[in-house]
């Protein structure tokens, strides 16, 4: 499952995926309380409504889906339970208003998860638009599109920015009811049920894609009891922690590596490679002329690849070319050589002439 430590990614998203079908954790033996839900968002939209935050509008039909989940858990449209809210439009006739200007949330700014704020611009509204743009500890903020891995990208928001507001093609959602948890929505959103939903349901171009209100509203959410859902969420943050040392392990194996293949290169040719913060080998601006000589060919049974290839070239090979003729890694070829001169089959090699490296080459390295 591991090679290297990008490969941790493909698993956490993997386990996230398995979280949303309900396959983490054992069944509840409580039952979800969707009416609870659906009056407490009912509450609010009808709050909204009458304070003007949002228009009365008629509600959104749930999507058939194709995904099968534990039949003790409910499926409801997503604007049954959450408050769906548009962000603010850019380039308005605010003329003769009272008006504010406050840093806002664009696409770039709403990672999976997280947030991007190092570079937040800001927008001039109407100070009575405050209300309905402003965004609260615990909304979830989901974007409309861009890229096509973007179009429903979700985190929940953390608060830390005075009077920060979302851009239109930022969604804000707010679900009300303690029976239906933020961290779940947001899990179910990035998860592969998500980001398959909104893939399908966008509208895309070349290298563009987008949703609208009306599809993110028609999302068939997954909602299993509050209590599974808290398991749910602890059981994956256990394994994702997990993961992350695999991750730090597999980091690690691969400095050691950096560190024997160094150590290999400078016992074997005099070159010392120069190791990173990070351990990692870098690329010398040198080029290594030594050459590496058969000494006494081998018995045929020997274990002496690197002989036998410089038998076969009249016994004499610069190294680089012997290294890819190997076709192994760098510290496994040291190593190889190594052995090999000590069983008297290579010759004891010169210390390494190096030369500079023409500037493209250089480059390229």
Not at 146 to 167: N, P, S
Not at 274 to 292: G, N, R, S, W, Y
């Amino acid at each position: 499952m591991f090679s290297e430590p990008a490969d941790v990614d493909d698993v956490i998203a993997e386990l996230k995926n398995l979280a949303v079908r309900g396959v983490l954790v054992r069944a509840s033996k409580s039952d979800v309380d969707l009416a609870r839900i659906t009056a407490d968002c009912s509450a609010l939209r009808s709050k909204y409504i009458a304070t003007g935050v949002m228009r009365r509008q008629k509600l959104a039909g749930m999507v058939e889906r194709d995904m099968t989940y534990p039949e003790h858990w409910a499926v409801a449209a997503f604007d049954e339970v959450a408050v769906v809210i548009g962000g603010v439009t850019k380039g308005r006739d605010l003329r003769g208003k009272p008006v504010v200007m406050c840093p806002y949330l664009a696409v770039a700014n709403v990672q999976r998860g997280y947030f991007k704020l190092e570079h937040l611009k800001s927008i001039e509204i109407a100070e009575d638009e405050l209300p309905k743009y402003l965004v609260h500890e615990g909304d979830l903020l989901i974007t409309e599109g861009g890229d096509w891995d973007k179009v429903g990208r979700t985190a929940i928001w953390q608060g830390g920015v005075e009077k920060c507001l979302h851009q239109n093609h930022v969604f804000k959602a707010r679900v009300p009811s303690e029976k239906l948890l933020k961290a779940w929505v947001e899990l179910v959103f990035n998860s592969g049920i998500g980001r398959d939903y909104f893939a399908g349901a966008s509208k895309q171009t070349t290298n563009l894609a987008s949703i609208n209100m009306t599809q993110l509203r028609s999302f068939p959410l997954p909602i299993p009891p509050v209590d599974e859902q808290r398991r749910i969420l602890d059981a994956l943050a256990t394994l994702t922690d997990l993961c992350e040392e695999w991750r730090r392990q597999l980091k690690h194996k691969g400095d050691l590596a950096s560190l024997f293949a160094a150590a290999s290169v400078a016992s074997l040719t005099g070159i010392s490679i120069e190791l990173d913060e990070e351990t990692a080998v870098k690329a010398p601006q040198t080029e290594l002329i030594a050459h590496l000589r058969l000494a006494m060919p081998p018995d045929v049974k020997a274990q002496a690849p690197l002989a036998t290839l410089l038998a076969r070239h009249q016994g004499e090979m610069a190294a680089r070319d012997l290294w890819q003729r190997f076709g192994g890694e760098i510290d496994a070829f040291y190593a190889q050589l190594k052995t090999e001169v000590a069983h008297g089959w290579i010759a004891e090699p010169d210390v390494a002439q190096v030369r500079e490296k023409a500037a493209t080459e250089a480059a390229k390295a």
